[in-house]
């Protein structure tokens, strides 16, 4: 068994994996940090990329064409966006529970519209989704090793990638961004200067919407051809983790998304060596757990250290 698994894990196509299923991961965390870079907490993100999984799946079920479905996606994706953003900063609902309230209307109202629509129960086994496409990168797909790893992905893995330096650009680089921090940090502050509150928060929850639903059309126009019940599986609250992780930085946030998903990827290779269903389904969630008690432990330290430090500071003053 010893040799059947790492015989598994150093090879091109496990790296390639971890790709892969970091793709959803990792358009979802980019969403939490724009959201939450802007005080707020984007909870619906599971919600969101379930809605946007089954438009997606049966605009392009349905149109045969896959820009078709991802337009659907994004709709269905901003949709539940824009709910939350009326719901918390509008009707002043606490965001966080109307988070929770969306993603269980999800939970059921997925499959509710997939019965409606199409009379399918459980999968949309009744029509043909298109897939994104593939690319193969010139020159890349030929480097030994490499090749492997990197080209030959879905086109939206290497999207998700791009949209870690696209939110970065925009959270450092430009007024709307700064707008965001400002108010995330202190929306008083931010009020006092001119910087429209609902606005600013509306717009980055919309942001947030888009990068999640493009999440959710990866999941059935991509790492699935179809949309299942219950497919996201937790990857929208695994996101909230990784940013938090990544102290809603894009880039750290980037590399805790692919931890996770080397975690994801590792569930998957194992299922295949005879290892309980059980004990390989809990991997990426365990270490989700292990992950946030590491890091609340690094910060409990960082602020220890920086409250002996302004202790001292203002002893020897």
Request: proline share 3%; net charge positive.
């Amino acid at each position: 068994m010893d040799n059947s698994f790492f015989s598994l894990i150093f090879t091109t196509d496990f790296a390639y994996s971890i790709l892969r299923v970091t793709t959803p991961l990792l358009f979802a965390t980019m969403a939490s940090v724009v959201a939450e870079n802007a005080g707020a907490s984007n909870i619906a993100l599971e919600g969101i990329m379930l809605f946007s999984a089954l438009f997606g799946a049966i605009g392009s079920g349905l149109s045969h064409s896959v820009w078709v479905g991802l337009l659907t996606a994004l709709a269905g994706g901003l949709f539940i966006s824009m709910m939350l953003a009326y719901f918390a900063l509008y009707l002043k609902t606490n965001i966080i529970l109307s988070g929770i309230a969306l993603n269980t209307l999800a939970t059921g109202g997925t499959v509710f519209l997939m019965y409606v629509i199409l009379h399918d129960k459980g999968t949309t086994s009744s029509i043909t989704t298109i897939p994104f496409p593939k690319v193969n990168i010139p020159l890349i797909d030929k480097i030994p090793v490499l090749g492997p790893i990197l080209s030959g992905h879905n086109i939206l893995t290497y999207v998700a990638f791009i949209s870690v330096w696209v939110v970065w650009y925009i959270l450092y680089n430009t007024k709307l961004g700064m707008h965001m921090r400002c108010v995330g940090e202190n929306a008083e502050s931010a009020a006092s200067v001119g910087i429209h509150i609902v606005k600013t928060k509306v717009i980055a929850l919309l942001i947030s919407g888009v990068l999640a639903s493009l999440g959710g059309a990866f999941l059935s126009m991509g790492y699935m051809t179809g949309f299942t019940k219950g497919m996201v599986s937790g990857r929208g609250f695994i996101a909230l983790a990784a940013a938090a992780m990544g102290q809603l930085s894009p880039v750290p946030s980037m590399v805790a998304a692919i931890v996770f998903g080397f975690a994801d990827a590792l569930s998957n290779m194992l299922a295949a060596l005879r290892i309980p269903d059980e004990f390989v389904k809990m991997i990426p969630y365990a270490v989700t757990v292990i992950g946030l008690v590491v890091f609340s432990g690094i910060r409990r330290n960082q602020l220890k250290k920086s409250r002996i430090k302004a202790l001292t500071a203002k002893a020897v003053s």
